[in-house]
């Protein structure tokens, strides 16, 4: 979920691997992360398809990205939390 944008876990793991994906390309040819949009993928999720339509999509992706990464714990996760650290 990313405010009132709700997206199935799968998409988002998905989402994630694109993302991940376009980290290996050539770094002088790579657009900054906080720019960049996998709209052009392919293999986007369709339900992502809405979001392409936005200004602030590239930033949508960065966090919806950012919340299926494997290392954070659910309570981390949680914006509400006050950390497990």
Same mark, same amino acid.
């Given at each position: 979920? *990313? =405010?009132?944008?709700?997206?199935?876990?799968?998409?988002v793991k998905k989402l994630k691997e694109?993302? *991940? =994906?376009?980290?290996n390309l050539n770094p002088r040819m790579m657009v900054p992360m906080a720019s960049y949009s996998p709209c052009q993928?392919?293999?986007l999720p369709e339900e992502f398809r809405p979001v392409c339509k936005r200004e602030d999509?590239?930033?949508i992706f960065r966090r919806l990205s950012l919340a299926a990464e494997d290392d954070l714990c659910e309570i981390c996760?949680?914006?509400?939390?006050a950390g497990c650290f």
């Open positions: 979920q *990313d =405010g009132d944008l709700k997206f199935p876990l799968e998409s694109l993302m *991940d =994906g376009n980290r993928e392919k293999h999509a590239p930033m996760a949680n914006a509400a939390c």
